[in-house]
Structures are given as structure tokens and as C-alpha cells.
């Protein structure tokens, strides 16, 4: 069992940057893939970014040099930097971690960039 909580987000003009956290408490976090997600009003929710175990990272091209992901292992923490904001990122953010029939979620971030 993870219980997964994220921090970061906030209002941020167009052009500015956004550091979110998640922070997982439980066993085994190393065998995890972790993942971003977002949720825009009325759309489906998207991945945004994923990093397996052994460091692989996927992107949505629409995100690719502008969002990267990270993880620590020791302190059980992933990250997503987002630079160059733009108002179409505009979204509550999700952590997720998937191994096997394992799939947990947080509670999510919003994140809106707006001047």
C-alpha cells in the first residue's frame, strides 16, 4: 500500500515555472514506475510524464523540453519541473505509481498559468 501526496502547484504566468513534489509513504517504492498526470475541465486525464525503474523516462510530446521528471529513491520523492508554462498546462496534477495490478493515486495539484 502507497499513500501518495503533491505540493507544488499554484497560479504562474505564462513563460514562469512550477516545481511539483510528490511525496510517498509505504514500501517499495524503488519497483514502481512513477508518473504525472493531468486533468484539464471537461478532457480526459493524460500522462504527462513516466519514469521506470531504471531511470526511462516518457513524455508527452507536448511537454518534451519544457517538463522534466524525476525521482529520489532514497527520500521517496518524485518531481516534475515544469519551465516555459503555457496556458494549455493549465490542469490539477497527479502522482501515480504503477507496478503489476498496483495503481495508486494522489489527491492532485491544481496548476494554472494565466497572466
Known amino acids: 500500500q502507497l499513500q501518495l501526496v503533491e505540493s507544488g502547484g499554484g497560479l504562474v504566468q505564462p513563460g514562469g515555472s512550477l516545481r511539483l513534489s510528490c511525496a510517498a509513504s509505504?514500501?517499495?517504492?524503488?519497483?514502481?514506475?512513477w508518473g504525472w498526470y493531468r486533468q484539464a475541465p471537461g478532457e480526459q486525464r493524460d500522462l504527462v510524464a513516466a519514469i521506470t525503474r531504471d531511470g526511462t523516462i516518457n513524455s508527452a510530446d507536448s511537454v518534451k523540453g519544457r517538463f522534466t521528471i524525476s525521482r529520489d529513491n532514497v527520500k521517496q520523492m518524485v518531481y516534475l519541473q515544469m519551465n516555459n508554462l503555457k496556458p494549455e498546462d493549465t490542469a490539477v496534477y497527479y502522482c501515480n505509481a504503477a507496478y503489476g495490478p498496483y495503481d495508486y493515486w494522489g489527491q492532485g495539484t491544481q496548476v494554472t498559468v494565466s497572466s
Open positions: 509505504g514500501d517499495n517504492f524503488i519497483i514502481y514506475t
